[in-house]
């Protein structure tokens, strides 16, 4: 095992302790919804909030990070990066860079700003290990035509951290730059990156040939950084935007859902076509995009200017990033599970099928119960003119619904955590990565 795929290996580990933590985080928060709240006074929701989501947008980097060098170094004659010594600085500088974010986050020492709460000096550290790590595969040439896509998924989402960097003079700048910045995070960077790994991934474990993946992985990519454009539209409704943003973004309703679609279908040739490989990569790549189709088709509904109104500041909105980010890190524990096997030289499973269904459930349990909770709300805040606090203890139902469902994927994590643990990699294993 070269040093290359090591590093590679510590960043997924590094991806799977954040998941870990933000599963506790994330169930602190969620108890706080279910009436009386011990921890109330020590720690508050948005101090849990702010942590929750620095935690998994960190947990995404390291795997999207750690993927990619993977999959370059897999293309190239010997599997290593061609300056390793750069690779291992960049990881040891990612890893103070997690170090630090979690002790802000467990300190409180975030920032207020939704979806951009690292500190600025945090957020530029977050840039340069993206940057050095992207520029370091790009030298090395990989012959593989998953790279070019991946590093401007990386580059796009250094472009939105630079855009959340930037100073506005007012409160509705600010929320323009925010909403452009989250916009092009969310649904353009990392779903062109993990589009990226998804194809490389079917390639794995499928006889698609290298032409086929290579003409699919460019059209959805290009589809996908259209459809994202258009699902950042809907956020200046409220901002003072005219008619023809509104126009633009009723188009997006039924383009973003279309796009997923054709993602869909072009998976759907991979996983009707398997190839030997034994491992669960295939299963969790399939979970990844019945997410993202579920966030794609929940963007296209909030995309109507007349639903926006509505749904604007409830649950759905909240819904739609978190179905984002579990389709994503799904997708990103079927690469890890991928590399482990060929890390050991097996063609088996490495985490078996308990992690993957309670995952699976708790997503779709979760999900569901923050649909439902969202759809209620809009009924009673929004038509019934009920107040906030009233509408929130009729919820409570839902919301221990949506409390089980991140239990089972809390479970799931250690479970798959503990499997991961127990079949690292050791230094006499033989790698059968393949090109």
């Known amino acids: 095992m070269t040093l290359t795929q090591k590093l590679s290996y510590r960043l997924f580990s590094h991806m799977l302790l954040l998941l870990l933590v933000y599963a506790v985080v994330s169930l602190l928060g969620a108890v706080k919804f279910l009436g009386d709240d011990p921890l109330a006074t020590t720690l508050p929701y948005h101090q849990v909030n702010a942590f929750a989501s620095v935690l998994v947008n960190l947990a995404v980097v390291s795997g999207l990070l750690g993927g990619g060098v993977y999959a370059a170094a897999s293309a190239l004659a010997a599997p290593r990066l061609r300056d390793e010594r750069l690779l291992l600085y960049s990881v040891r500088l990612w890893s103070l860079v997690v170090l630090l974010g979690c002790a802000a986050g467990a300190l409180g020492m975030l920032e207020g700003r939704s979806g951009m709460e690292l500190p600025a000096v945090l957020d530029l550290g977050v840039g340069v290990t993206v940057v050095l790590v992207v520029a370091n595969v790009l030298m090395s040439q990989p012959r593989a035509a998953v790279i070019p896509v991946w590093a401007v998924g990386m580059s796009l989402y250094v472009v939105s951290l630079i855009i959340g960097l930037l100073p506005a003079p007012d409160f509705l700048p600010d929320r323009v ?120 088709l929940l963007s296209g509904l909030n995309a109507l200017p007349g639903v926006r109104v509505y749904t604007a500041g409830t649950r759905l909105s909240d819904l739609q990033v978190t179905l984002v980010q579990s389709g994503v890190i799904s997708v990103l524990l079927g690469v890890f599970n991928q590399i482990a096997a060929e890390l050991r030289g097996l063609n088996q499973r490495v985490t078996g099928l308990t992690p993957f269904w309670l995952v699976a459930f708790g997503a779709f349990v979760s999900g569901a119960a923050l649909a439902s909770a969202g759809l209620v709300q809009v009924y009673l805040e929004r038509l019934l003119s009920i107040g906030y606090l009233e509408s929130q203890a009729l919820i409570v139902p839902l919301y221990s619904l949506w409390v089980i469902g991140l239990v089972l994927l809390a479970a799931g994590l250690i479970i798959y955590a503990l499997g991961m643990r127990a079949r690292r990699p050791g230094a006499q294993d033989v790698v059968k990565s393949g090109s």
């Open 177 to 296: 730059l925010r909403a452009l910045a989250l916009g092009l995070q969310q649904g353009v960077a990392y779903p062109i990156a993990i589009i990226a790994l998804a194809f490389w991934l079917m390639h794995r474990f499928s006889n698609i040939t290298p032409q086929w993946a290579q003409m699919g992985l460019y059209t959805v990519a290009g589809l996908t950084a259209l459809a994202g454009g258009l699902q950042t539209l809907p956020q200046f409704y409220t901002l003072g935007a005219g008619q023809a943003v509104e126009t633009l973004g009723s188009i997006g309703a039924v383009v973003v859902p279309v796009v997923y679609l054709i993602f869909a279908a072009h998976s759907y040739r991979a996983f009707s076509d398997r190839n030997t490989n034994a491992t669960l990569s295939a299963h969790w790549l399939a979970l990844g995009i019945l997410l993202l189709l579920g966030a794609a």
